[in-house]
């Protein structure tokens, strides 16, 4: 019970503090002060209250975008466990569900994006269903492996199951099914070196501008959205990458933030020391990460 | 007697086939009007009410029963037989048939299309007809007239507007493949004829051949039946002929007649009480393949029609897929693998039936609307026709795979069949499920681009800015498939409740009691959740821009002040850079105009996607053909007392063979 508490609430206010690490994090790399750690926090509210544009040629589908991607992203939190903690909803085949939920999102996202008859925003969601397309392989490739080594199609034992043995027995594997997974946690997020989070230099963004339209709350919800989604992309990596559990319940949800701030720390660093890729090499990595993932297989079934 | 004959439900699913084949018939008698039209809709509905009930009656009890007519033709008494698994493969043909007659009302009225009306409502009912014949019959020869008739209808219905020349190259492209794939089936009921020594189909898992033998009836019926179905690369005729049918038409062939392909693969598979590893390998790789390469070419068409049509490749693909794996595991002794496979692969037959037909009604109004098939060309359309644009939403999604309409349900049994054999010894059937996530991936691409540049945005052309609603007639059966697309994704089980009598009479008894490993009730939960949840986030937003200053403006142009409909991405450029990863797959021709001094003149950029296997493989070879039978033509020269002279002579030798 108090799991599951402690699971919603996490969801519903963690993820925007991430954004505000990484931010921090690229500011001292920079030798900026920055801004507070809360700053997402003071921007969605400001955002809730702020007045909102809406262009002529839109329709209702504009207005639908924002909220069935961010109910899809919500539900998918349901499925995730966070640390070696049970998901409130969980059942054969929910990762499916968790990557279909995604393309969901994603599909409202950039028809919301060609709603505004924008060249820029078509742009945008051009690239944007593109790439994602090419990540979508990387993660069943990474979910099959999971899926052998643990023995079930379900995301809470799957993650559960990698304790400490299975990293000694299955080390390499993991390894680069982590790294491949990063390529797509940094790519379905928009981060650099994929996409920019924070030009809006618009010929060279895939995210950012598909959202240029939205404004007010509609903006919020997006900005909220994603956070979540990256929010949830990095449970998926801390799990198995953090294989330890105490035993007691609130250690390891302090663990659990824990690494996950130190996850956004890894991002914030990767953004400060890399720069964007050119767009024609953004497919090669995803490749890249396909084949890392597929590797992972191989050395799992040998 | 004759009343307690129309209490058996077969007898009266007969009577609804013979009433959609005469549905057209009275409308050729009355010369003017609309009423032959209205008539032949209320005789498909009529004829859908009467079979329905009687085949899902048929199906929950599994019965079956046969009718035996002993006509005194030289292929012996003709058998009919409904047993599950025909009754299931009626239910897209009565579907979709009285939904697409309905729409044709609105679509193809009487009044406006008076000179190709009743011939294509004559030939609707009768390919309706032909392809619930094909299904019921059971002996070769009445199957391959009924395959005939089938196919000859589509041929009359496809090329209803004849004055076009590109729609008689479709009609020459579709009945030259119809007929390679019907030679193919010849092959396949001699050789049934030679070694069973009747016309008769043998009994399920009753046909004991050599393995030489067999592997030629599999591979006859793969041609002939895979070239129906529209797999890959015997595909060609498909697209091109679907694109060209007025959309009712399409409908049908899309969403029916490519199910009665799989309806002859899954038959020949029965007789056989042992199908070999290698037929579930083959149909898996052909089902793979055919997914990819028909969603990889779908994205880059500009057709809107034609994008469907690829489309149906794919999905036929994951339906072939699907039979794969069952055959696969089958012959592997794996119970709940080859539920999952088979279950998925008739699932999705229904599925498709329901939102294919969706989506090519709503290409229909857009059509109607906007006067052209070029999804450049469209564009703002959702503003002027929203309850075909919301309808249309729901098929687009439903197509892609997601939650929570009925695909995603149908593709998560084949996901955890794939995910299962992850912890096979050899788990080379799960990498089936990356294959399977970049079809769904290149399928939101596709579909994204079909329904976001021909609803959404701003007109591109004075067509589509002076679209109008499509009438009730037309909303009407979109708004049926939608809603059983819906009813598909949050109750699965009801659909499965259909395809467990169809999956036992091909796997045998008990092949459907096996527990899935996901309860349905978590597509509902899902679905529900989903649903709830974005309508009250739709609300909540709404509610919030109203609280706060909401007001309205052009779009943002990022700083360029005059922005015009015509600089919106366009959905050649959308698919553009997908197309330039999948280069090989994807062959497109652009033809650019050179921008050349300081003040460059007006230029011209086009772009089509191409036919690879037909223009680059199959054309040349024809007409490499062609020139060496060019002998063969001077039999053909119209002197009618030759022709008199020919028949005479093939008279003779008949009688000489006889003898």
């Known amino acids: ?302 | 007697m004759f009343f307690d004959m129309l209490r058996d439900p077969a007898v009266l699913v007969l009577c609804a086939i013979t009433l959609a084949g005469c549905s057209g018939f009275p409308g050729l008698l009355l010369r003017h009007g609309p009423l032959g039209q209205r008539v032949a809709s209320a005789a498909a509905l009529l004829s859908s009410l009467i079979a329905l009930p009687s085949l899902i009656y048929l199906l929950f009890w599994r019965q079956t029963s046969s009718f035996t007519l002993d006509w005194n033709l030289p292929f012996g008494p003709c058998e009919i037989a409904l047993d599950p698994l025909s009754a299931f493969f009626l239910i897209p043909i009565f579907l979709v048939f009285p939904a697409g007659s309905l729409y044709a009302l609105g679509y193809w009225p009487a009044v406006s299309r008076s000179t190709s009306e009743r011939s294509v409502t004559f030939f609707y009912g009768l390919l309706a007809c032909a392809m619930a014949l094909v299904v019921v019959a059971r002996n070769g020869a009445l199957f391959m007239i009924a395959w005939e008739v089938m196919a000859l209808s589509g041929y009359f219905l496809l090329v209803a507007e004849h004055a076009e020349e590109e729609v008689r190259g479709a009609g020459t492209v579709y009945l030259v493949a119809s007929h390679l794939g019907a030679a193919a089936l010849m092959v396949l009921f001699s050789t049934l004829l030679l070694s069973t020594g009747a016309f008769q189909f043998p009994a399920a898992c009753s046909l004991q051949l050599s393995a030489g033998l067999s592997a030629l009836v599999f591979c006859a019926a793969l041609a002939g039946f895979g070239s129906k179905a529209g797999l890959m690369p015997l595909h060609i005729w498909l697209p091109s002929a679907h694109a060209n049918a007025p959309s009712h038409v399409s409908a049908i062939l899309s969403g029916v007649m490519l199910k009665v392909g799989i309806y002859g693969i899954l038959r020949v598979i029965s007789f056989f009480p042992h199908p070999p590893l290698w037929w579930g390998a083959l149909l898996t790789a052909a089902g793979l393949t055919s997914a990819l390469m028909g969603i990889c070419i779908a994205s880059a068409q500009k057709d809107i029609k034609r994008l469907l049509a690829y489309s149906s490749i794919e999905n036929l693909g994951i339906i072939c897929t699907g039979i794969g794996v069952y055959l696969l595991a089958a012959a592997s002794g794996n119970r709940l693998l080859a539920y999952l496979g088979l279950a998925a692969a008739l699932f999705h037959v229904l599925n498709h039936a329901i939102f294919k037909p969706l989506l090519f009604f709503s290409a229909g109004s857009v059509i109607h609307a906007a006067g052209t098939r070029e999804l450049d060309r469209m564009g703002g359309l959702a503003k002027r026709m929203p309850k075909t644009a919301f309808l249309s939403l729901c098929g687009a999604v439903a197509i892609c795979g997601l939650p929570p309409f009925n695909g995603f349900a149908s593709e998560m049994l084949l996901y955890l069949g794939f995910f299962g054999e992850a912890q096979a010894g050899a788990p080379y059937l799960a990498l089936g499920a990356p294959v399977l996530a970049l079809v769904g991936g290149v399928a939101v691409i596709s579909f994204v681009k079909l329904y976001g540049i021909a609803f959404l945005g701003a007109p591109r052309t004075e067509g589509s800015a002076q679209s109008h609603e499509a009438p009730f007639s037309m909303l009407a059966p979109m708004g049926l498939l939608a809603l059983l697309a819906m009813l598909g994704g949050l109750f699965p089980q009801l659909f499965l409740a259909l395809v467990n009598p169809a999956l036992a009479a091909l796997a045998g008894p008990g092949a459907d009691a096996v527990a899935l490993p996901i309860a349905p009730v978590w597509f509902a939960v899902a679905g529900g959740c989903l649903l709830l949840l974005s309508v009250a986030l739709f609300l909540f937003l709404k509610g919030r821009s109203k609280a706060v200053s909401a007001a309205t403006g052009p779009t943002w142009g990022c700083g360029y002040l005059r922005p015009a409909a015509s600089i919106q991405y366009t959905g050649s450029s959308f698919g553009a850079l997908f197309g330039s990863l999948a280069a090989p797959v994807i062959r497109t021709r652009i033809w650019a105009g050179k921008v050349t001094g300081v003040a460059p003149a007006a230029t011209k950029l086009s772009y089509t996607p191409e036919e690879t296997v037909l223009q680059r493989i199959l054309l040349p070879a024809i007409s490499i053909i062609g020139v060496g039978f060019a002998f063969v033509r001077r039999l053909q020269h119209g002197e009618v007392h030759v022709y008199i002279l020919y028949i005479f002579a093939t008279l003779l030798l008949l009688m000489l063979w006889v003898h």
């Open chain 1, 1 to 302: 019970m108090i799991d599951t508490l402690l699971h919603v609430v996490l969801v519903l206010a963690m993820p925007p503090l991430l954004l505000g690490v990484i931010g921090k994090t690229k500011a001292a790399f920079a030798g900026r002060v920055g801004a507070p750690f809360l700053q997402p926090y003071y921007d969605l509210s400001r955002l809730m209250r702020k007045g909102v544009v809406i262009s002529d040629t839109t329709t209702w589908i504009f207005r639908a975008g924002p909220a069935v991607t961010l109910a899809a992203t919500l539900f998918a939190a349901l499925l995730v466990p966070l640390g070696k903690h049970a998901a409130p909803v969980s059942f054969e085949g929910d990762m499916i569900l968790f990557a279909y939920l995604f393309a969901l999102g994603r599909f409202f996202t950039t028809v919301a994006a060609l709603d505004t008859g924008s060249s820029f925003e078509g742009m945008g969601a051009a690239r944007e269903v593109t790439f994602s397309c090419l990540a979508e392989p990387a993660l069943f490739f990474a979910l099959i492996t999971l899926t052998r080594l643990s023995g079930t199609m379900s995301l809470t034992p799957m993650l559960n199951h990698v304790t400490s043995p299975v990293w000694l027995a299955a080390g390499a594997s993991l390894i680069l099914l982590l790294a491949g997974l990063f390529v797509v946690l940094l790519a379905e997020n928009c981060r650099i070196p994929f996409d920019d989070p924070n030009t809006h230099l618009e010929l060279t963004m895939i995210h950012e501008v598909m959202v240029l339209d939205h404004s007010g709350p509609y903006f919020g919800c997006i900005l909220y959205g994603a956070a979540l989604k990256l929010y949830l992309l990095g449970a998926l990596f801390v799990n198995i990458a953090v294989p330890f559990a105490s035993g007691n319940t609130l250690v390891d949800w302090a663990l659990f933030a824990l690494s996950m701030l130190v996850l956004a720390v890894a991002i914030g660093v990767v953004e400060s020391v890399m720069a964007r890729l050119r767009l024609i090499r953004v497919p090669q990595l995803l490749v890249a990460a396909m084949i890392l993932t597929a590797f992972s297989l191989v050395l799992v079934v040998r």
